[in-house]
């Protein structure tokens, strides 16, 4: 079985507008240094260990993935991004989306603000993408999905592919008929849930990534 944990990162409204306040424009990285403290408290405490633990996250949650990833890969078995919005400072500065200017408010407006433009270059995924070895990732995207286009995780894949010094996979599926929300059949869903469980089942019982590694070892 599994230990499933949910981490409320400052950046969501759990413990109140001040956590959400902590958490938006330039207090975004203590939404990284949060996820990373909850799951070094797991492993502390017992619950997992670096090589069975599978971090998963979609959307600005996909963004929190690649952050982590970036800088606590060590952590992690495998990371799962759901459409993640991981190219934050090339989106924040393309005016001709139509999301991006209502959500200067909560990243910053990297073309009118120096300041916002450093502190999303800070952190934002694909920008911080770095030679080290990397856990197992998967990346799904949607064709035709309009708040994260489908070329965001398709970048962040090749970069991460080009880059990483070791570990992985990192593999990336796009489904040609999903928007944001996923594909719209029936079971499309649950063929979604099914695929990610499968993904995190191989990372931690050694059938790719370190823990395949592991168990050559």
Same mark, same amino acid.
């Given at each position: 079985g599994f230990v499933y944990a949910i981490a409320h990162v400052r950046g969501g409204t759990e413990r109140g507008w001040r956590w959400y306040e902590d958490g938006k424009l330039a207090n975004k990285p203590n939404t990284f240094s949060d996820f990373i403290a909850a799951t070094r408290h797991l492993i502390a405490e017992g619950f997992a260990a670096p090589d069975r633990i599978v971090a998963h996250g979609g959307s600005a949650g996909g963004m929190l993935m690649g952050a982590i990833a970036n800088a *606590?890969? !060590?952590l992690y078995a495998? +990371?799962?991004a759901d459409v993640p919005f991981v190219d934050v400072l090339n989106t924040m500065m393309d005016e001709s989306l139509p999301l991006? $200017? $209502?959500?200067w408010l909560e990243w910053g407006d990297p073309i009118r603000s120096a300041e *916002?433009? !450093?502190a999303i270059r800070s952190y934002s995924p694909y920008?911080? +993408?770095r030679p080290q070895r990397y856990p197992a990732i998967l990346a799904l995207a949607g064709l035709t999905d309009p708040r994260v286009t489908y070329w965001e995780p398709a970048k962040w894949v090749a970069k991460l592919r *080009?880059?990483?010094t070791g570990g992985g996979p990192v593999v990336l599926r796009t489904a040609m008929d999903a928007g944001h929300a996923g594909a719209p059949g029936r079971f499309d869903r649950l063929e979604d849930v099914a695929r990610a469980y499968a993904f995190a089942i191989a990372c931690v019982s050694g059938q790719i990534g370190e823990g395949k590694r592991a168990a050559a070892d």
């Open positions: *606590a890969p !060590a495998g +990371v799962i991006t $200017p $209502p959500e *916002a433009f !450093a920008d911080n +993408v *080009a880059t990483m």
